[in-house]
């Protein structure tokens, strides 16, 4: 996974060469965002190799979602229009019900 990942990021600043930011703030907080993801990842292996089904745990798993789109909202402050607010509450609502139905 991390061969793939190291392919496609070189290959997209390759193709969209731009300075890469240099502000130890923002190397900081994307080395802290990559171990977080690490561990969760690691944490999804074992759930997984100790012999969680895939059918329960891929939509807990999937959750993320919902965290992005919170994160998203109150962080960087994008604020969905009012057509779309429906489609993003009603969507969080769908994430939540699954998450719970499966992990029953």
Known sequence: MLIGI???FG????LQPQEIPSNPTVIGL???IGIIWAIGQLFAFLALSGGAPVSKLTPIYNSN???TVILGTFLLHEIPNQG???KVVA???LII???FLVSG
């Open 6 to 8: 190291a392919i496609v």
């Open 11 to 14: 290959g997209y600043f390759l």
């Open 30 to 32: 994307a080395i802290l």
């Open 65 to 67: 979602t919902l965290i």
């Open 84 to 86: 779309d607010m429906v």
């Open 91 to 93: 969507g969080a609502i």
């Open 97 to 99: 019900a699954g998450a």
